[in-house]
């Protein structure tokens, strides 16, 4: 009995060995970097949040952001309180998220910048909308990743009452612009 409890275990461990090492990891940061600016008709304002968190786990194709909206510190005290009271209602949608898929897989091998094509839902002031964009993915080291992207989200598309005219185009969007270093978890 016991000789045949030992050729089991051994042929377990022999299963196990031969199995594939995933190729994914799983990178994450607690300190992105969003900026939201707001070119607005009676000045442009830029707010930043340096405080997001995210992953990206490269076996699934998967990223997660999140930022709480009172982390955003504006270059003018108008702004940032009528942004997080008045616009975006912090007490009540205290906070912001995207889940996504990366559409071209980010190839670890390489230290040549990527373009990633990004697609997922997107929550902001309690409203979910799918939005798509590209990230740029730069592999720093086996351990390191860089994300940066730029992209524009139209207010009226969360529910955001900020009447266009408001806006130096005549147009209810703000340009968000997203800078973060991963780490391999």
Not at 30 to 37: F, L, N, V, W, Y
């Amino acid at each position: 009995m016991r000789a045949v409890v030992v050729t089991l275990f051994s042929i377990l461990c022999v299963c196990v060995a031969m199995m594939p090492c995933p190729t994914g990891a799983i990178f994450s940061t607690q300190s992105g970097q969003i900026k939201m600016t707001l070119a607005l008709s009676i000045a442009t304002s830029t707010g930043s949040n340096k405080q997001a968190t995210s992953s990206i786990d490269t076996e699934t194709h998967t990223v997660r952001f999140s930022m709480k909206i009172r982390d955003f510190a504006f270059d003018n005290y108008l702004v940032e309180n009528a942004f997080e009271e008045s616009y975006l209602e912090a007490g009540t949608y205290p906070e912001a998220n995207f889940q996504g898929k990366l559409k071209t897989p980010i190839s670890l091998k390489t230290k040549t910048p990527q373009k990633i094509e990004v697609v997922g839902d997107m929550t902001l002031h309690g409203v979910k909308k799918t939005k798509s964009f590209t990230a740029n993915v730069t592999v720093i080291s086996a351990t390191q990743i860089k994300v940066t992207s730029d992209f524009m989200v139209k207010a009226s598309d969360h529910k955001i009452d900020i009447s266009p005219s408001m806006f130096a185009n005549g147009r209810d969007e703000i340009k968000v612009q997203l800078n973060a270093t991963y780490q391999k978890k």
